[in-house]
């Protein structure tokens, strides 16, 4: 059973980082995509970066000179560095795995990130 439990999120002011993790169990993951989506109040969840195994990295335009996507395939773990932080920012941040072949994939909870002074 796939499990993936997110940390990291809080309250930041507007320029400010926060980093979330993802602890991700219950399966060898060098064979998933690793990622990080968000969903902002009334809006669709949306990519906000992904990241394979072998470290390839894609980014939604509206972050990628601002977050920073890594893992650690040793620990089951990926990380989202986000730096300069704006109020369009605030949104429930998802880890997700999904499979390199068969393309399933898994969820995490949630953690809620909020941008305001």
């Known amino acids: 059973q796939v499990q993936l439990v997110e940390s990291g999120g809080g309250l930041v002011q507007p320029g400010g980082s926060l980093r979330l993790s993802c602890a991700a169990s219950?399966?060898?993951?060098?064979?998933?995509?690793m990622g990080w989506y968000r969903q902002a109040p009334g809006k669709q969840r949306e990519l906000v970066a992904t990241?394979?195994?072998?470290?390839?990295?894609n980014y939604a335009d509206s972050v990628s000179s601002r977050f920073t996507i890594s893992r650690d395939n040793a620990k089951n773990k990926v990380y989202l560095q986000m730096n300069n932080l704006k109020p369009e920012d605030t949104a429930v941040y998802y880890c997700?795995?999904?499979?390199?072949?068969?393309?399933?994939?898994?969820w995490g909870q949630g953690t809620q990130v909020t941008v305001s002074s």
């Open positions: 997700n795995v999904e499979h390199i072949i068969y393309k399933y994939d898994y």
């Open positions: 219950g399966s060898s993951f060098n064979i998933y995509t």
């Open positions: 990241i394979t195994s072998g470290g390839s990295t």
